[in-house]
């Protein structure tokens, strides 16, 4: 079954420091999002992707994070100044074009962790 | 504000017992609903899904009752197994770009 796949697994990071998280969505799929989960707290949406554009955000997503797709294969979630509490998992997830078709595929995760 | 959230937040069944895990949500708006595992240290992963067209959903070992009246949702595990043990996310989409709300999980765990 085809799947997202998210590098790295693990990300230690200093504050302050950029970091860019990378996903590969499926291939057919045209969505594309980012989500994080703080430990023992609930999944929260940080940002959807569509046609080279972002469609919606959350409050988390300031202006210290961006997306990018580069090559029309990978998805990234750039952090620029990263702060404490970003630490956390973040997923990627990604879903088929089609609107009958709304289940949402995520990736493995990046934990990321801010000293 | 618009919310999805777990009743319980943990569950302890015997293995070949039934399980029924149980959601709430707040947003009327809300149309499709979804359910998640989400296994230590691995993304989410799909189960089962259901629109608000309907009001049951079964699957292989698993069914979702929807009540659109009370805004509940639940989960129902036949012959819950080790491999079952997870934690186990309701989530609710809405709006034009579909994002998924989560509620905060239930633990489940298996006992031999």
Redesign the interface.
């Known amino acids: 079954e085809p799947e997202?796949t998210?590098t790295p697994s693990h990300q230690v990071t200093q504050m302050g420091q950029e970091v860019i998280l990378r996903c590969v969505p499926i291939s057919n799929h045209l969505?594309f999002?980012w989500?994080r989960q703080i430990l023992g707290?609930?999944?929260?949406?940080l940002v959807?992707f569509?046609n080279n554009e972002i469609?919606?955000k959350s409050e988390i997503f300031d202006d210290q994070f961006s997306v990018e797709r580069p090559d029309g294969s990978n998805f990234t979630l750039k952090i620029r100044s990263t702060k404490l509490e970003d630490s956390a998992m973040y997923?990627c997830a990604s879903?088929n074009a089609l609107a009958t078709n709304?289940?949402?595929?995520?990736?493995?995760?990046t934990q990321l962790s801010v000293l | 504000g618009e919310s999805v959230g777990l009743h319980l937040p943990t569950l302890s069944v015997q293995e070949g017992d039934n399980s029924i895990i149980n959601c709430a949500y707040s947003n009327s708006a809300s149309d499709y609903f979804i359910w998640y595992k989400q296994e230590s240290g691995k993304g989410p992963q799909f189960i089962i899904d259901i629109r608000s067209n309907m009001d049951k959903r079964q699957g292989q070992r698993v069914t979702v009752l929807l009540n659109k009246t009370v805004k509940h949702l639940s989960l129902q595990i036949a012959a819950t197994q080790p491999g079952d043990s997870a934690v186990y996310f309701c989530a609710e989409n809405a709006g034009n770009n579909r994002k998924l709300i989560w509620g905060l999980g239930t633990s489940l765990a298996v006992n031999p």
């Open positions: 997202v998210q969505y999002y989500y707290q609930k999944v929260e949406f959807s569509y469609s919606e997923f879903r709304e289940k949402l595929f995520f990736g493995s995760g």
